[in-house]
C-alpha cells in the first residue's frame, strides 16, 4: 500500500515563501511522475507543477517563476517552493503521484491548507 504524507502548509503573508514537502512510502522502487495540484473554495483542483522521473518540469503559467517543484528520488519524496506568494494562491494543496512502479495507478495525498494574507 501506498501513502503520501505532506507537510509545509500554514499561513504566509503577500510576498512570502513555503515549502511543501510529500514523502511517498510503501514498496515502491520507481515514481514516474509526481505533482502539485491545488483547490481554492468553490472552483475546481488545478495541476500546480510536475515533474518528471528524469526531471522535466511544466507549470501552470499562474506559478510560472515564483514556484519551484523538485523531487529527491532516495527519499520518494516531492517538493514545491512557492516565492512571492499572493493571496490568490490561498487553496488546498495535493500532491499525486503516477507511475508507480510502472503500473498505471495514481496516489493522492490528503491535502494541506495554504493561506495567504493580503
Known amino acids: 500500500q501506498v501513502q503520501l504524507v505532506e507537510s509545509g502548509g500554514g499561513l504566509a503573508q503577500a510576498g512570502g515563501s513555503l515549502r511543501l514537502s510529500c514523502a511517498a512510502s510503501g514498496s515502491i522502487f520507481s515514481i514516474n511522475v509526481m505533482a502539485w495540484y491545488r483547490q481554492a473554495p468553490g472552483k475546481q483542483r488545478e495541476l500546480v507543477a510536475d515533474i518528471t522521473s528524469g526531471g522535466s518540469t511544466n507549470y501552470a503559467d499562474s506559478v510560472k517563476g515564483r514556484f519551484t517543484i523538485s523531487r529527491d528520488n532516495a527519499k520518494n519524496t516531492v517538493y514545491l517552493q512557492m516565492n512571492s506568494l499572493k493571496p490568490e494562491d490561498t487553496a488546498v494543496y495535493y500532491c499525486?503521484?503516477?507511475?508507480?512502479?510502472?503500473?498505471?495507478?495514481?496516489?493522492w495525498g490528503q491535502g494541506t491548507q495554504v493561506t495567504v494574507s493580503s
Open positions: 499525486k503521484i503516477g507511475g508507480v512502479n510502472n503500473y498505471s495507478i495514481q496516489y
